[in-house]
């Protein structure tokens, strides 16, 4: 049962674009929502988050957005540029310390901004 | 300042065969993690730890083991290699507490291959 949802595998966008980047997710419990980004050969690193509490959180190009009553958050990366191509993981935990703070992770979406 | 730093980066084991991947964080952070990523699946916790001599299993622990002697280092123990442990490993660390948390800091990898 994958808690955690990105359901589009794949996505392609222009350079200077939006791109948008969809997350679901089916825990309640869940309490603290990341994205990293993950370059081949390299370790994910960590991008921007939101707690609960929030709906919004901005970095930035980069913009997280959460919905907690459809339990949906999205990545908004403006304007998007070359180097932004890599595989981005949406992750959840149900909060930051003990044993709450084990992350959850998506499968990931494939971003690839074209020139 | 070298982070999360894993050894080896690359590995080739017989199926049988025993082995530990090494993690090693110098930033004090109480918090430590193993994940493996599998093409399509994401990155799944198999163990994780909340201090020195504290370690309780994640989603996926079947064939590792794990210990935590010190606050620095976080070993991952193959008993006996099987080919459905071919993979890349990731090990990750976080400070836990504080009023912003930055989720997890992540090594490099090792990629496993069980021949």
């Known amino acids: 049962d994958q808690q955690v949802k990105q359901n589009s595998p794949s996505l392609s966008v222009q350079e200077g674009r939006i791109s948008i980047l969809n997350c679901d997710y089916t825990n309640s419990m869940f309490d603290y929502f990341l994205w990293y980004k993950k370059y081949p050969a390299e370790g994910p690193t960590f991008l921007i988050s939101?707690?609960?509490?929030?709906d919004k959180n901005e970095d930035g190009r980069f913009t997280v957005f959460l919905n907690k009553s459809a339990k949906h958050l999205s990545l908004h990366i403006v304007p998007s540029q070359p180097g932004d191509s890599a595989v981005y993981f949406c992750?959840?935990?149900?909060?930051?310390?003990?044993?709450?703070?084990?992350?959850?992770f998506g499968k990931g979406i494939t971003l690839s901004v074209r020139p | 300042n070298a982070g999360v730093t894993q050894t080896p980066k690359f590995q080739v084991l017989k199926t049988g065969q025993s082995m530990t991947l090494q993690c090693a964080q110098d930033m004090n952070h109480e918090y430590m993690s193993w994940y493996r990523q599998d093409p399509g699946m994401g990155l799944r916790l198999i163990h994780y730890?909340?201090?020195?001599?504290?370690?309780d299993q994640g989603e996926v622990p079947n064939g590792y083991n794990v210990s935590r002697s010190t606050t620095e280092d976080f070993p991952l123990r193959l008993l006996s290699a099987a080919p459905s442990q071919t993979s890349v490993y990731f090990c990750?660390?976080?400070?836990?507490?504080?009023?912003?948390?930055?989720?997890?800091?992540f090594g490099s990898g090792t990629r496993l291959t069980v021949v």
């Open positions: 990750a660390s976080t400070k836990g507490q504080g009023a912003r948390w930055y989720g997890y800091t």
């Open positions: 939101i707690s609960s509490i929030k």
């Open positions: 992750a959840a935990s149900a909060g930051y310390t003990g044993a709450n703070s084990k992350l959850t």
């Open positions: 730890s909340v201090g020195a001599g504290i370690t």
